[in-house]
């Protein structure tokens, strides 16, 4: 096989599950993210801790050991979830925690200004949240959070470990069938670069973005 | 469910294994230092090319996955004559791929060292060498202590991804342990409880060595 053949078959076996599995995976820990972010601020203590328990445990111990628990150690409890769903729910919870981080400390750099402003109009804790600091907080977070979703896209290759055919499954494959090891690993390498060349440029120019007329 | 017997059965074979972890965490990191800050430096580099080039090795490395690179080590080496064990090809891998991290941490530490630095180096007639060690260096590594320490954290954290290249560390033997009784609970639960148990405090340790740091500052 040429390398041009490798390059394709590739793409052409692995890459939308690759893409599947970041995009859900994405989603969820942007979303569990700001839950927990939220609530490790909140009033109430039994919620911080909560998410605070949920956010140590799973930046404390390691993304694979929580894909195998997940996918392998589950189902002894009578939880048995398909490999998709197993992966897209361990690197979300993951990334989640690590997320989660982010919104906390956006919101933390908002200004204390921009609330006692809030106050001041006379504004619900809710409005304030919504209206004013969650939409600076935002933007502020916009670069760390492209930096979390190129980290979570490379961690998806961990997903080829618990039989879920991505484009590291598919290398696998190919190179036990066609012993093309330095070209297929090669082009391996390639294809991951070119899905997150983009980002890593996009998140460049979040950070210029956002740092423009702030000190 | 979960059987207490057999946990404990089997818990003195990962403790065992958690050396091959820890050392290649170690070993790993030395390495992910020596050459991070040969990439900090060489990036500064004068000559065009160099720069160009390290910068572009650096950001093929940061991103592409640390899985598919110790594959791309275990398995392609050995066809251009460089057969690696394991640990070796394992520590290789890590050490690599987070020298990239690194050596922007160092980056930003050396950037963070005022130029009058520089200055007063030339003024005292310090060759280029000893400026770095005796005047720029000491001064770019005590304010990145606590990120470097979070590197570690992230660098044994990473470690259980040598399983996928046969090296036998504490997920390996959780995995084998597993497969030999068909009880995957007690070995991976283990196993999460070790890092967990190792890596919250030293984060932990962390945070209050960079508030006393700030604090200095």
Known sequence: MTTYEIFISLIKAGLKVTIQVTFFAAILALVLGFISGLA???????????????????????????????????????????????GVLAIGLNYGAYCSEV?????????????????ALNMTKTQRMVKVIIPQAFVMMLPNLGNQLIELLKSTSLVSMITLTDLT??????NATTFETTKVYTMLLVIYFIIGLPLSKGVKLLEAKVSEGRV | MWNWDYAFSILPQILSALKITISATFVGFILALFLGLIFSVLVRSDIKIVSLAVRGIIQFIRNTPLLVQLYFIFYVFPKIGISLKPFT????????????????V??????????????????????????????????????????IGNYLITMFKETPLLSAITLVEILQTAKILGAGSFRYLEGFTIVGIIFFLL?????????????RLGAKN
């Open chain 1, 40 to 86: 490790r601020m909140s009033r109430y203590r039994t919620i911080r801790f909560i998410s605070g328990v949920y956010i140590e445990v799973f930046r404390g111990t390691s993304l694979l050991v929580q894909l195998f628990w997940i996918y392998f150690a589950l189902p002894m409890m009578g939880i048995r979830l398909s490999a998709l769903t197993a």
């Open chain 1, 103 to 119: 919104v906390r400390s956006a919101i933390q750099n908002v200004p204390v200004g921009q609330t006692e402003a809030c106050i």
């Open chain 1, 169 to 174: 499954y598919q290398a696998n494959i190919l």
């Open chain 2, 89 to 104: 090809a394992g520590v290789l891998g890590v050490g690599i791929h987070y020298s990239t991290y690194l050596s922007e």
């Open chain 2, 106 to 147: 160092f980056r930003s530490g050396i950037e963070a060292v005022p130029a009058g630095q520089w200055e007063v180096a030339k003024a005292l007639n310090f060759s280029h060498i000893q400026a770095w060690i005796k005047i720029i260096l000491p001064q770019v590594i005590p304010p990145i202590i606590p990120v």
């Open chain 2, 199 to 211: 890596s919250y405090p030293s984060s932990q340790l962390i945070k209050k060595l960079e508030v």
